[in-house]
């Protein structure tokens, strides 16, 4: 009995893929210009993540609260801000949980 190889295709993809971390965070939204002063940031799930308003003298910032984030000199700036804002928090080693922990019983 002999034993049949498959070739494998060059075109072959897994079935998973894991999405790669991307090292610059504004690539991780997507960006469309709803007016000439305006700018909405979707995330790659395809949910509102906030926007950009120009001003006449700066860019501001806001999440998908409307919450001003900060106010920029230019637009890359402020679309750096938005996506670091919209980035998930982890924790690390020596952050603080947000309740204390009961270390007795009461009786």
Known sequence: MSNTVSPVRADARPATTARAASADPATDLAWKQADHDV???????????????????AHIAHD???RQI?????????RQALAEATRPRTRGRG???????????MR
């Open 39 to 57: 700018f909405v940031a979707t995330t790659r799930e395809g949910e509102y993540a906030g926007f950009v308003s120009v001003d006449s003298a």
């Open 64 to 66: 998908r609260h409307s």
């Open 70 to 78: 900060g106010s920029f000199t230019n637009l890359a700036d402020a």
């Open 95 to 105: 952050t603080r949980r947000s309740r204390p922990r009961i270390l007795a019983r």
